[in-house]
């Protein structure tokens, strides 16, 4: 599958969303949990810390991808100051946002008109992408999504966690379960109920 047939997907399965898991929080929160990395010390990461965030990154989605192809999508908010070689040297090369993203993004990212978007797509193995989840857990590179078009999974992760998007409630149970230890102390987010909201997906049975 190549870039622009997974870019059709995550638009089919996320109803032209932006990939930014907190925004996707609000539209798609039936199939949202979030695991939460926060240290209890107010004392900088230490690289130790930070490689600690990146190997949780890497066992959850490797819990959700390994084996199948998935979309790597990336948003350059200010590429001289990110680290970007590692999405490059992994094939991701510059792409048009979809039409209405830079719309979306505008009232949460600061500079999102002057954004580059990035995307490859690849066959997941676990420690594929172990120098961009530290570049994500030291907050030097924007945001990032990984998709896999076959099941709509996505997972998107940030310096103090990740927000992960599981289609089935099954599935979403035993990702819980697996990580539980990695969930919030309120338990874990997201609801197998559907929802009739106006303009809030719906997980189709």
Not at 188 to 193: D, Y
Request: contains cysteine; proline residues 5%.
């Amino acid at each position: 599958m190549n870039v622009h047939e997974a870019l059709d997907a995550w638009q089919a399965q996320y109803s032209g969303q932006p990939p930014v898991g907190f925004m996707l929080r609000f539209s798609h929160e039936s199939v949202w949990t979030r695991i939460h990395y926060l240290r209890d010390s107010s004392e900088p990461a230490s690289i130790e810390d930070d490689r600690q965030t990146a190997s949780r990154f890497d066992a959850v989605a490797s819990a959700l991808f390994t084996g199948t192809t998935v979309l790597v999508l990336a948003i350059h908010l200010d590429p001289r100051h990110e680290e970007t070689a590692d999405l490059r040297e992994l094939g991701a090369a510059m792409i048009a946002p979809v039409d209405g993203w830079i719309q979306a993004l505008d009232e949460y990212l600061p500079g999102s008109s002057r954004a580059e978007f990035v995307a490859t797509t690849l066959s997941w193995q676990r420690g594929c992408l172990d120098r961009v989840w530290l570049a994500v857990a030291r907050d030097r590179i924007g945001r990032i999504a990984v998709f896999c078009p076959a099941t709509g999974d996505a997972f998107c992760p940030y310096g103090g966690g990740a927000d992960v998007f599981v289609w089935g409630s099954e599935r979403r149970s035993k990702l819980g379960d697996r990580f539980r230890a990695w969930l919030p102390s309120a338990g874990m987010p997201g609801s197998p109920a559907k929802r009739s909201v106006s303009g809030m997906a719906i997980e189709r049975s």
